[in-house]
Nanobody, 121 residues
């Protein structure tokens, strides 16, 4: 079994910062890509940022320059540092990881339950 769990959400004023964390645990052989997604009110879930096992990163346009994704392979963990937050950043933030279990030759994406981020104006 594999679990993916996010933490660090909360309420912050516009212009403030939050740091989200995501940890994968369980029967894990390897994790390739790890992503942060979000779902804001009235919109579909969208990609925020992605990081490969080697540390290559990519960001959606709204996140570039304000958010930073980092990774700790030893701890199967990624963080998302979010700065200069805006009310439109309010939503549920999800972690998603491409995990290969022992004995398997391919990975599967696992989702966390999400963490709420609320930015007040």
């Amino acid at each position: 079994q594999v679990q993916v769990v996010e933490s660090g959400g909360g309420l912050v004023q516009a212009g403030g910062s939050l740091r989200l964390s995501c940890t994968a645990s369980g029967s894990i052989s390897r994790i390739e890509i790890m992503n942060w997604f979000r779902q804001t009110p009235g919109k579909q879930r969208e990609l925020v940022a992605t990081i490969t096992r080697r540390g290559s990163t990519d960001y959606s346009g709204f996140a570039r320059g304000r958010f930073a994704i980092t990774r700790d392979n030893a701890r199967n963990r990624i963080d998302l540092q979010m700065n200069s937050l805006k009310p439109e950043d309010t939503g549920v933030y999800y972690c998603n990881a491409d995990i290969t279990m022992p004995g398997q030759s391919y990975g599967k994406y696992y989702w966390g339950p999400g963490t709420q981020v609320t930015v007040s104006s």
